[in-house]
């Protein structure tokens, strides 16, 4: 297993769907798993230490966790199947006891967050669905240890050739094939990504709209 962070919850002009995206602790590989918007909320805040005005099932869950003496030890990201993430929750009972818990991956993370547990993802797992960026290889890694490495966004989506961020590559090597489209709005899709994941909701908006109108003049 491999000890994993939440980097951020991202959405996608592309997408229906928001993902959340784990990034390896101590190391350069991202993992993004696709969410419910309820479940890419509870994440969030939770990520971003905010307190809703009422619980929800996850803060009730912790509540009753904490009431019964019970504790979450670690969650972990164990499969992928034919699309389908599946994870476990680790308890430890009030007696000493432990038991696993199957779960889905974003129950799992909300959960974590919210006690404080590490979570873990597979290596298999990694290997078949995780990237890493090109610049930060483990032997780059290990060897600028000392130097700080910026936070990368959490989007699956590579940014733009002319934008300056980084570049993204599956981990396992697998080619990708992206369509050929204009710089300019895929560089407006790089930034609605990132307005989305910092919850700037009215830049973008404004940014959706702008990528809508280039999107029209393109199909004409």
């Not at 619980?55 to 990201?77: F, H």
């Not at 590559?169 to 080619?175: M, V």
Request: with cysteine; net charge neutral; hydrophobic share 40%.
């Amino acid at each position: 297993m491999v000890r994993m962070e939440v980097s951020g919850v991202c959405s996608s002009s592309k997408s229906a769907y928001p993902q959340v995206v784990l990034k390896q602790v101590d190391g350069c590989a991202y993992l993004p798993i696709v969410i419910g918007r309820f479940e890419a909320a509870a994440i969030s805040m939770a990520h971003a230490a905010r307190q809703p005005a009422r619980p929800i099932s996850y803060d009730l869950a912790q509540a009753i966790l904490q009431a019964v003496g019970a504790t979450i030890e670690r969650v972990e990201i164990t499969d992928l199947h034919e699309g389908t993430y599946y994870a476990e929750v680790h308890l430890r009972s009030a007696s000493g006891a432990l038991a696993v818990v199957d779960s889905r991956p974003s129950d799992a993370i909300a959960l974590a967050l919210r006690v404080g547990a590490p979570i873990y993802a597979s290596r298999e797992v990694l290997r078949e669905a995780g990237y890493v960026r090109p610049e930060e290889t483990p032997e780059e890694t290990a060897t600028a240890s000392s130097q700080p490495t910026p936070r990368p966004a959490p989007a699956k989506r590579s940014p733009p050739k002319n934008s300056g961020g980084p570049a993204m590559s599956p981990l396992a090597g697998k080619r990708r094939e992206t369509a050929t489209v204009p710089a300019s709005l895929e560089s407006l899709r790089w930034r609605l990504d990132q307005a989305v994941a910092r919850e700037e909701y009215e830049e973008a908006a404004r940014l959706r709209d702008q990528i809508r109108r280039l999107e029209l003049e393109k199909g004409r």
